[in-house]
């Protein structure tokens, strides 16, 4: 996993804050990331890609000096940050966020998916637990789960935190019907089984909020990339306590 603060990017691999498992995937501990607050924010963004080239848009440049104003625990990336992930995309991209003061996690986006993907911006499956919560990062760039990403899903909810949050790149579902993962059934199978708190999405630049059953699913691709829908440009602030409220802040 590479977590980003500020100027510097430390790349976590092993060390003392990651949770030793039988599944193929890391488990971090993010007190060991975060230090210890609570009640904590957390900020999720979505598709910050340009149409063309490598220079991030203005808008992602503005969104990212509102988060520092909000100062979060940390903030999630939601996918799609390059055109090509080439190695020059992803220097481009790595230069413009490294303002953040809040760490950074990042969900792999189709744009992203490169062989490159790993050495800039590390694991593509995760999952980081803090205080009551519990946050899975999954990689659907392709559009789907495999079976390994399934378990390692089940077996982390299976622990049973309080608040439970995943996170991944293509939604399950799309209230148009195009742009969504193939055979999506399993995971939102198990999202239920579960009563996972909250899915968060991008790829499609625009904002959609729904509910299956317990689970609510946002859907948040307005980062910076050319609008679709009619879509705004926004990032999402979410507050975790003894409730989870959030906020979609326009841009």
Do not use: W
Not at 13 to 32: K, L, S
Not at 144 to 153: A, D, G, R
Not at 169 to 193: A, N, R, S, W
Not at 208 to 229: C, K
Request: proline share 6%; with cysteine.
């Amino acid at each position: 996993m590479v977590i980003a603060a500020g100027a510097a990017v430390l790349i976590m691999v092993a060390g003392d804050h990651v949770q030793r498992t039988q599944n193929p995937y890391p488990v971090y501990e993010g007190e060991g990331l975060f230090g210890n607050t609570y009640p904590y924010t957390f900020v999720y963004f979505g598709d910050t890609r340009p149409a063309e080239g490598s220079q991030s848009p203005e808008v992602f440049i503005t969104l990212l000096a509102k988060i520092n104003e909000l100062d979060p625990l940390f903030v999630v990336g939601g996918g799609d940050f390059v055109v090509e992930g080439t190695p020059q995309d992803f220097d481009a991209f790595l230069e413009t966020v490294s303002v953040l003061r809040s760490p950074i996690l990042y969900v792999c986006g189709n744009h992203d998916d490169s062989s490159y993907y790993t050495s800039y911006l590390g694991e593509r499956v995760y999952a980081v637990t803090y205080q009551n919560s519990l946050f899975v990062i999954l990689d659907n760039s392709k559009k789907v789960l495999n079976e390994s990403q399934l378990e390692f899903l089940e077996n982390q909810l299976r622990k049973g935190f309080e608040h439970t949050f995943v996170f991944m790149h293509v939604p399950p579902l799309d209230p148009q019907g195009t742009y969504c993962m193939i055979q999506p059934e399993e995971f939102l199978e198990i999202v239920q089984k579960y009563h996972v708190d909250y899915v968060f999405c991008s790829h499609i630049h625009h904002l959609y909020e729904e509910n299956v059953n317990e689970t609510r699913v946002l859907i948040s691709g307005g980062a910076g990339s050319p609008l679709t829908r009619q879509g705004v440009h926004h990032f999402i602030i979410v507050r975790v306590g003894n409730e989870i409220t959030y906020e979609v802040i326009p841009l």
